[in-house]
């Protein structure tokens, strides 16, 4: 399978917005946010449109719309993974949720002695190490090394972790509605959004296969992404998703289990809510073993824009990246486990949602 990688530069600012509507004619001062990096939903469309358009498709030209890229539930031939942060060319992934901050100084959770709850008889997460006020590490950032020493059941150093604010500025903007056939601004919709400025060394890189090998594709172009138009550069090379993740650590059974992680790299899109709390609870599918504990951060919802009718696509609840389950299985499904690294499980996976990275844990012995 022939790969590319597609490298977005943002140019100026961006805007992705969040699940959260604007809201017209409503007192006070509110802004909607967006989202970064944003979710696939966004990507694939301007990669399928920037291939549309070297074919020859032009807007509103359903006709000539190649069925090599699909339609609008569908990618064609085409399969994609990511999207993946770059700071300095390094890829930088969402610090798993496996970890608590306070004050720069990290814990791990691990499964705890099984307790009765709302959830039934479960072994909750519990810090190794008492850290008192830590928190979930949002908008934390981890290197390749930082994602290696995590999933191999250590803290990652210090070099190795970036805060959102180092990597991405936010910037209030505030627009007005203009009425075309006037140019002339509409009363009462005046609105707040926050932009994002990307650092001059952060890009997004998409991978994509199943380009026909005849097409010749550009190597560098142009191209509106996201609100307002806003520009994007993109560099087209060939590159091979599997280099972006670290290798799968060692994993070995003690007294006939295997004990390991499974986290979240991409968003996991499972389908239906009662899809969602299901994976919450017993973890993506097709994982070997049984699901003995979970570190799940809120559930996030991804939209997207349908071009074909010019309208925004419906929410879809989404786990996000850096969510973890704890697994225990037999040893002789270490081979199978080690496979499952940097796969995508569940729906959309064609699109690169659900990819998981599989680490290790040890259970702790009571002295």
Same mark, same amino acid.
């Given at each position: 399978?022939?790969?590319?990688?597609?490298?977005?530069?943002?140019?100026?600012?961006?805007?992705?917005?969040?699940? @959260?509507?604007?809201?017209?004619?409503?007192?006070?001062?509110?802004?909607?946010?967006?989202?970064?990096?944003?979710?696939?939903?966004?990507?694939q469309g301007a990669v399928r449109t920037a291939l549309a358009l070297e074919r020859g498709w032009r807007p509103g030209e359903v006709a000539l719309w190649p069925k090599e890229l699909g339609g609008p539930d569908?990618?064609?031939? @085409?399969?994609?993974?990511?999207?993946?942060?770059?700071?300095?060319?390094?890829?930088?992934?969402?610090?798993? @949720?496996?970890?608590?901050?306070?004050?720069?100084?990290?814990?791990?959770?691990?499964?705890?002695?099984?307790?009765?709850?709302?959830?039934?008889?479960?072994?909750?997460?519990?810090?190794?190490?008492?850290?008192?006020?830590?928190?979930?590490?949002?908008?934390?950032?981890?290197?390749?090394?930082?994602?290696?020493?995590?999933?191999?059941?250590?803290?990652?150093?210090?070099?190795?972790?970036?805060?959102?604010?180092?990597?991405?500025?936010?910037?209030?903007?505030?627009?007005?509605?203009?009425?075309?056939?006037?140019?002339?601004?509409?009363?009462?919709?005046?609105?707040?959004?926050?932009?994002?400025?990307?650092?001059?060394?952060?890009?997004?890189?998409?991978?994509?296969?199943?380009?026909?090998?005849?097409?010749?594709?550009?190597?560098?172009?142009?191209?509106?992404?996201?609100?307002?138009?806003?520009?994007?550069?993109?560099?087209?090379?060939?590159?091979?998703?599997a280099g972006i993740l670290p290798s799968v650590p060692l994993i070995c059974g003690e007294d006939g289990k295997l004990r390991f992680t499974v986290t979240l790299v991409t968003p996991g899109w499972y389908g239906k809510p009662q899809d969602v709390q299901r994976v919450?609870?017993?973890?993506?599918?097709?994982?070997?073993?049984?699901?003995?504990?979970?570190?799940?951060?809120?559930?996030?919802?991804?939209?997207?824009?349908?071009?074909?009718?010019?309208?925004?696509?419906?929410?879809?609840?989404?786990?996000?990246?850096?969510?973890?389950?704890?697994?225990?299985?037999?040893?002789?499904?270490?081979?199978?486990?080690?496979?499952?690294?940097?796969?995508?499980?569940?729906?959309?996976?064609?699109?690169?949602?659900?990819?998981?990275?599989?680490?290790?844990?040890?259970?702790?012995?009571?002295?």
């Open positions: 399978m022939n790969w590319q990688q597609w490298t977005f530069s943002i140019l100026d600012t961006c805007f992705f917005r969040e699940a @959260l509507p604007f809201n017209a004619g409503e007192g006070g001062y509110t802004a909607t946010k967006g989202i970064f990096p944003p979710a696939m939903t966004t990507l569908d990618l064609g031939e @085409l399969e994609l993974r990511g999207p993946y942060l770059l700071f300095e060319d390094q890829p930088y992934f969402p610090m798993p @949720l496996i970890l608590l901050e306070k004050s720069g100084h990290f814990t791990r959770l691990t499964p705890g002695e099984p307790v009765t709850c709302d959830l039934g008889c479960v072994r909750l997460p519990v810090p190794e190490r008492r850290l008192e006020g830590a928190k979930l590490p949002e908008g934390y950032y981890l290197s390749r090394d930082g994602l290696c020493a995590v999933l191999d059941g250590v803290i990652p150093s210090t070099e190795d972790i970036k805060k959102a604010e180092e990597l991405w500025a936010e910037e209030v903007r505030v627009g007005i509605e203009r009425q075309d056939s006037t140019r002339t601004a509409l009363e009462g919709h005046l609105y707040n959004c926050v932009h994002v400025r990307p650092a001059a060394n952060v890009k997004l890189v998409v991978f994509v296969s199943g380009i026909p090998s005849d097409w010749q594709v550009a190597g560098r172009r142009v191209v509106p992404l996201g609100g307002e138009g806003r520009l994007a550069a993109i560099e087209i090379t060939p590159a091979e998703p919450i609870r017993e973890g993506p599918p097709g994982i070997p073993g049984r699901c003995v504990s979970a570190c799940i951060g809120k559930v996030q919802q991804v939209g997207g824009w349908d071009l074909a009718n010019q309208q925004p696509r419906p929410l879809m609840p989404v786990l996000p990246p850096g969510s973890t389950w704890f697994y225990e299985a037999g040893a002789t499904d270490a081979g199978q486990v080690a496979r499952l690294h940097g796969q995508c499980l569940g729906f959309r996976a064609a699109y690169g949602f659900g990819q998981i990275a599989i680490g290790r844990w040890e259970e702790k012995k009571n002295e």
